[in-house]
């Protein structure tokens, strides 16, 4: 496997990192504004995972777009499904211990790997009205792993503490444009900076304190093979709408 | 069954201010957005709304002033339009109130409604401020003595949904993904069909297998195309991205919101 | 997905003595006859057979000698046949139990175990003596403080599903009502499918709204033509009322019925 | 309206009686072994309550079936459906109040309209071993009103006390080949008795204590046309299939 001449995006290098996290034969589920975890998934289930089970909020399974959709509820997404599914039946898949993966955001992650997407400020009267954590409450203590992901690293997104515990569970790892963090003992640490960030640019950007250095790990670069794939898969680069 | 057919103007007077309301479809998808334009024109008031995952609707209602309380999952345009503007706006000025769900707890809170029990367990929600900040109990277990979650039931007053296909009486067709409206249509007092077109239920005896919503359970039908815009119907339209994009521009600001309304949905009506 | 087709004697290996064996169907209709024909060839003991309404499936597993246990709301043949002979018996003689249930509880109990939780509200039982006889709990609602009745979850090791097409991924098609089937395919540990013939998934494909069973849930999928019989099977064939009468005026006595057994059930392989 | 010349078979008047006391716009429901019950909506949905709705465990809402089947769980209950409904749905359509009427039925009835569907003898250990109560305990407290009927007016069928309450609740009518019951403040008392029946057979028929004399009502006798609507509904006589 060659490794991919640069220029390559940020959004790529996570699509690709996210792709890796997945395994043969399990069951992976992401939800509303997803588009990162759509390609991933596509992308695991075209290199590493063919027999993978790709569940999402669209309601189809294993789908095979013919184009993809920014909204990641698009009915584009159930092309190709020979059943569909409600989000009702893919929280109870989670909740009896049967979704693998389930891929998850936050506005802020603590290093607990714990989440808020409610509000910055007081709960009742906030500052910030966020989204809302849509299912992640029901699905971090339940899925077996739980990734996140988050296209902004900065101290006001990861967080020494955060402004309201919307979920917390099973985080596994955590991919961002700088690295990818996995929980051990309950603790984020880094597992990989991504090529060309520096150790102290990525404490800097880091709200809570992380053991970083020159013996951390650098994020394998993709591969030809896996930018080949993932251009085929997305040639119209909706992977980098989460950083418009 | 009798000819459930009406107006859009009649069936959405029915409404009381101070209702719940449930909304179909999920995000930018299948949601009854003539049926909400309808509750702006008339002027609704502190309306709950129901969604899991809401978007315009939610928007749009909490910038008209119809909405006094929002119970949802998730209140966004998704990636290509960012954060609901107004529903921020309001949230934060304290003219609406955030009753947050996890997205599983407003289904479980439909299911116990739908199966007339006062609560319904649901599994997570461990580690989750949520359910000190909304007031979710929990119970334990009288068989293995663990603890679990359980959410009150969420009755709505009323269903509004958005199918492509509806009889006179109510049966209702959706084409593609469900989202949580067969749950809304089952829990609510009432519900309100929009459809993209009117048909013969005779058509519907050759396949009764998908027909979502049993007629029965339906008050009112409302033949209304294109009516999910700017939501997507699938396979007719996708969301009206354009419009969207010009309403998220103004969305957080109350006045250029109004204006907006005043402009693209009271239209003529305001004017007069 | 894999290529999940299977020969039905390699699916029913599978199952352990003592498993919880949930069937789909009711009383006389989409049971799985050719499973549990093999269930009774294979020599299957000390079962726990779940079912709302059941009727030949039941009564031959308790004749012979497969059911240690019948969690079911009613067991019978309906008005053709009456009284299910072969349960009454076993359960007269103490060789099964019967765990009534309401079928609405068996319902609530394959609920919690969808949607794991270990136990389900369950609305009615007031003033019946079967919560006492089961021991169903009730618990106090922390909301209304209204006492209400919750049914532990019931979670079958297994589901044996009968349907009219399944492609080789396990996506089931059923034709008409769906009776429990869909719940017990998400209640259980694993899921066996017969269907009357295997099709190419891609037929699935223009219209998933009508595939009942996901396949991502299904273990094993095994083409079995007449695989309901003697039960029916809409739209191919009704249910046999020659043998059903003939088993019926057997199932009374035990040693007629091991003798039906033999020879109409174990046939050759008996005889070898 | 003239009356229907005799003879009239004890089905034939029950089915007239059960369909009266349906009315228009109600939600109707009946479950397993209910050839009675069918026929009798379908009888009041042609001649009484067009408007009634008809759900049946067979899983349609208003079938126009083509025959009659002797099983009430028949596909052929489906033709003429246009969406189907699971028993789950119909539980729950009662569970939350909106089921108007219930058939159900009970081996043995007690004076207070409870029933006994499980076992003669103890429950744990029965003499004899009864089907069981199907959706009886959960329908009959939930269902606004249930109508019971048993082809079979014995003292062993209409008891002082049940062997084991299977279900109690909203009992309003009881139908049998000898009378009609109502109950009222949560007892059993004869509304009519039918045309032929004499009081004291009536009495010794019943187990529990119930006034009936001369002054008791008799059930007013089919009429021509409720006959002619019954046969033409059920030309084979599936009517007659309980009392085999």
Redesign the interface.
């Known amino acids: 496997m060659s490794v991919f001449p640069a220029p390559i995006a940020p959004a790529e290098i996570m699509a690709v990192a996210m792709a890796r996290l997945l395994r043969p034969g399990e069951?992976v589920f992401h939800?509303?504004?997803s588009?990162l975890p759509m390609i991933a998934t596509l992308l695991a289930k075209r290199l590493y995972a063919p027999?993978l089970?790709y569940?999402n909020?669209?309601?189809?399974?294993?789908p095979e777009p013919e184009r993809l959709p920014?909204?990641?509820?698009?009915?584009a997404l159930?092309r190709?499904?020979?059943?569909?599914?409600?989000?009702?039946?893919l929280?109870?898949l989670?909740?009896?211990?049967r979704l693998d993966v389930a891929f998850l955001s936050g506005v802020q992650i603590d290093g607990a790997g714990?989440i808020n997407m409610?509000?910055i400020g007081p709960?009742?009267?906030?500052?910030?009205?966020?989204?809302?954590?849509?299912?992640?409450?029901?699905?971090?203590?339940?899925a077996k792993r739980v990734i996140l992901w988050r296209t902004r690293h900065d101290p006001r997104t990861f967080v020494e503490r955060l402004d309201?515990?919307?979920?917390?569970?099973n985080v596994d790892r955590v991919v961002t444009p700088l690295s990818i963090l996995v929980r051990q003992d309950g603790r984020l640490v880094v597992e990989s900076i991504h090529p060309g960030v520096s150790p102290e640019a990525f404490r800097e950007a880091t709200g809570f304190p992380v053991e970083v250095g020159a013996a951390t790990p650098v994020t394998p670069p993709p591969t030809v093979e896996e930018m080949a794939a993932l251009r085929e898969i997305d040639p119209e680069g909706v992977v980098h709408?989460?950083f418009? | 069954m009798h000819d459930k057919r009406t107006t859009l103007t009649e069936a959405i007077a029915a409404i009381s201010n101070g209702a719940r309301v449930a909304l179909g479809g999920n995000t930018l998808h299948r949601g009854p957005g003539a049926a909400v334009h309808e509750l702006v024109r008339q002027g609704k008031r502190d309306l709950e709304i129901v969604k899991t995952a809401g978007a315009y609707d939610v928007d749009l209602l909490c910038a008209a002033g119809c909405a006094a309380a929002v119970s949802a999952g998730f209140v966004g345009y998704e990636t290509p339009f960012g954060m609901a503007g107004a529903y921020r706006a309001a949230v934060e000025a304290g003219r609406v109130e955030a009753r947050e769900h996890a997205c599983a707890t407003v289904v479980a809170g439909l299911r116990a409604a739908i199966q007339g029990v006062p609560f319904m367990p649901v599994a997570g929600l461990q580690g989750s401020d949520l359910p000190a900040a909304r007031g979710f109990q929990s119970l334990r277990d009288p068989y293995s003595g663990a603890e679990v979650f359980v959410v009150p039931a969420l009755m709505p007053d009323v269903a509004i949904l958005h199918v492509q296909e509806a009889d006179a009486e109510g049966n209702g067709r959706i084409i593609g993904t469900r989202f949580e409206d067969v749950l809304m249509a089952q829990a609510a007092r009432r519900v309100i069909l929009t459809a993209e077109r009117i048909v013969d239920g005779e058509a519907f005896v050759a396949a009764p297998e998908t027909v979502a919503i049993p007629g029965f359970l339906v008050d009112a039908v409302v033949e209304a195309p294109r009516g999910a815009w700017p939501f997507s119907c699938t396979p007719y339209y996708g969301f009206d991205a354009d419009y969207l994009a010009a309403w998220v521009a103004v969305a957080r600001d109350p006045e250029a919101a109004r204006e907006f309304i005043a402009e693209r949905i009271l239209g003529a009506a305001a004017l007069a």
């Open positions: 069951t939800g509303v504004a588009p027999d089970v569940l909020i669209a309601g189809s399974i294993d920014v909204s990641t509820v698009d009915p159930l190709g499904s020979r059943a569909l599914v409600t989000l009702a039946d929280f109870d989670s909740a009896r211990g714990r409610s509000a709960f009742a009267r906030p500052k910030v009205r966020l989204p809302g954590g849509a299912g992640s409450a029901m699905l971090m203590p339940t309201f515990v919307t979920a917390a569970g709408s989460e418009g």
